[in-house]
């Protein structure tokens, strides 16, 4: 076992241990995904699986384009499948399914929660305070009005995402404000689009290799533990868990996933992971290293023993 796994008496060794034996490989190709410009780049992928079709599809995702870095396409959209890499838009729906802010703001970091027959599309605007805003759906093509929850300083919630312990929601994020020792934040509310309290800083082991940074996360729960996919300044993705509600996290010191260099994905970004029989499926975004970057996304699986 390695000998980070009892450095807290919170990080359950078995877990830990599973953690360390975690493997996956990189994808081939990426998925040919539609977007509003018709260039198929895109980022910030979340998937939720409602293990049956809902509304005509068993996975619903929340991306956001982002062509050739220009933010002015980095607006959330909606897309469908039923076999994990084949993806639409849903019949009726259209994308994006809210608009560049303008003003010198722009959108990023799309998360979807599915509650009580509704599902809610989160996502993040920036360009001075950072605001959180969800719209809601009961079919996945209608959305509501936009919805602002939070509205904190720039960098301060980075990569949102959601999940749920007994009666409390917790939105876990990065705050940057202090680069560059950026730190995953835990806030929690007792309703799910209810004012959240002020952020707690979540331990970490180890922190990340001299020179890196956490950049952007997606959480998954499971039976035992949470499980976090990380994404580092340096572009790569760490498999993370948690057995305390998301208040200490454990991370490998290698990543699950590494960036290939000359190839699609010489960087990774913004990922999520869903558990299966198999522990997790994989869509991480990723770019080619150009300027400007192309931005394409990948699916893949992590294998536990």
Same mark, same amino acid.
């Given at each position: 076992?390695?000998?980070?796994a009892?450095a807290r008496?919170d990080?359950?060794?078995?877990?830990?241990?599973?953690l360390?034996?975690?493997?996956?490989?990189?994808?081939a190709?990426?998925?040919?995904? @539609?977007?509003?410009?018709?260039?198929g780049?895109?980022?910030?992928p979340?998937?939720?699986?409602?293990? /049956?079709?809902?509304?005509?599809?068993? %996975?619903?995702m929340?991306?956001?384009?982002?062509?050739?870095t220009?933010?002015?396409?980095?607006?959330p959209?909606?897309?469908v499948s039923n076999?994990?890499?084949t993806w639409?838009i849903?019949?009726?729906?259209?994308?994006?399914i809210?608009?560049?802010?303008?003003?010198? !703001?722009?959108?990023?970091?799309t998360?979807?929660?599915?509650?009580?027959?509704?599902?809610?599309c989160?996502?993040?605007s920036t360009?001075?305070?950072?605001r959180?805003h969800?719209?809601t759906? /009961?079919?996945?093509?209608t959305?509501?009005?936009a919805?602002?929850?939070?509205?904190v300083?720039h960098? *301060?919630?980075?990569s949102?995402?959601?999940?749920?312990?007994?009666?409390?929601?917790?939105?876990?994020?990065?705050?940057?404000?202090?680069a @560059?020792?950026?730190t995953i934040?835990?806030r929690?509310c007792?309703?799910l689009?209810?004012? %959240?309290?002020?952020?707690?800083? *979540?331990?970490?082991? @180890?922190?990340?290799?001299?020179?890196?940074?956490?950049?952007h996360?997606?959480?998954?729960?499971d039976?035992d533990?949470?499980?976090m996919i990380?994404?580092s300044?340096n572009?790569?993705?760490?498999?993370?868990?948690?057995?305390?509600?998301g208040y200490?996290?454990?991370i490998?010191?290698s990543p699950?996933?590494?960036?290939l260099p000359?190839t699609?994905?010489?960087?990774?970004?913004?990922s999520?992971?869903l !558990?299966?029989?198999?522990?997790?499926?994989?869509?991480y975004?990723a770019?080619?290293g150009g300027?400007p970057?192309?931005w394409?996304?990948?699916?893949?699986?992590?294998?536990?023993?």
């Amino acid at each position: 076992m390695s000998g980070f796994a009892s450095a807290r008496g919170d990080a359950n060794a078995g877990i830990v241990s599973r953690l360390n034996s975690a493997t996956a490989s990189n994808a081939a190709n990426y998925l040919t995904l @539609p977007t509003p410009d018709g260039l198929g780049q895109m980022v910030h992928p979340d998937v939720w699986d409602f293990g /049956t079709a809902w509304n005509g599809w068993r %996975y619903w995702m929340a991306i956001t384009p982002y062509t050739n870095t220009d933010t002015t396409t980095e607006n959330p959209c909606i897309l469908v499948s039923n076999d994990k890499t084949t993806w639409g838009i849903p019949s009726g729906g259209s994308n994006p399914i809210d608009p560049a802010p303008g003003g010198g !703001r722009y959108n990023s970091d799309t998360d979807l929660w599915y509650e009580n027959g509704t599902l809610y599309c989160f996502w993040r605007s920036t360009g001075g305070n950072d605001r959180i805003h969800y719209r809601t759906s /009961t079919d996945g093509v209608t959305w509501s009005a936009a919805t602002t929850i939070l509205d904190v300083a720039h960098n *301060a919630c980075i990569s949102p995402a959601w999940y749920k312990i007994g009666a409390t929601y917790y939105m876990i994020h990065i705050d940057a404000t202090g680069a @560059p020792n950026n730190t995953i934040n835990v806030r929690t509310c007792n309703t799910l689009t209810g004012t %959240y309290s002020n952020p707690t800083v *979540a331990g970490t082991t @180890p922190y990340l290799t001299t020179g890196d940074q956490f950049w952007h996360l997606n959480v998954c729960q499971d039976s035992d533990a949470l499980y976090m996919i990380l994404t580092s300044v340096n572009y790569q993705l760490y498999l993370a868990s948690s057995v305390n509600n998301g208040y200490f996290w454990t991370i490998p010191p290698s990543p699950i996933l590494p960036k290939l260099p000359g190839t699609w994905q010489a960087n990774l970004y913004r990922s999520c992971i869903l !558990r299966t029989a198999t522990w997790f499926d994989l869509w991480y975004s990723a770019h080619n290293g150009g300027n400007p970057a192309t931005w394409r996304t990948g699916y893949t699986t992590i294998v536990m023993p």
